[in-house]
């Protein structure tokens, strides 16, 4: 696509990029979508891949990832209860961001450790 050839709209971009950042903002949500991206369902699973993560935070971003239908939560019925968070197909159209998201932060580590 050419976006050279796109009018912008300043403010239609600004409320775009608050829109994003109301979803996965915060330092918790980026962490938990990567976990459940790798194969962590389970609460303990997730919890455990994110080091320091309390259980009440790590509950209260998974509620608002559920909210915005970035991850769906299965309660299966059995004895005890197993309860399965997975990524949503619409979450999958942010795993290419994700991914340069990752790219971008080990190269900026790389660039600031060459600085000092």
Request: with cysteine.
């Amino acid at each position: 696509m050419d976006t050279s050839t796109i009018v912008r709209n300043e403010a239609q971009e600004i409320q775009a990029l608050q829109d994003t950042l109301y979803v996965i903002g915060g330092k918790w949500k980026l962490p938990i979508m990567n976990s459940l991206c790798n194969g962590n369902t389970r609460y303990r699973e997730i919890e455990r891949s994110i080091p320091g993560i309390t259980t009440r935070m790590l509950s209260k971003e998974l509620k608002e990832l559920e909210l915005n239908g970035i991850i769906s939560r299965t309660v299966h019925g059995t004895s005890p209860v197993l309860i399965e968070y997975k990524t949503t197909d619409y979450c999958k159209t942010f795993s290419a961001i994700l991914l340069e998201m990752i790219k971008w932060g080990i190269e900026h580590k790389k660039h600031i450790t060459k600085k000092g």
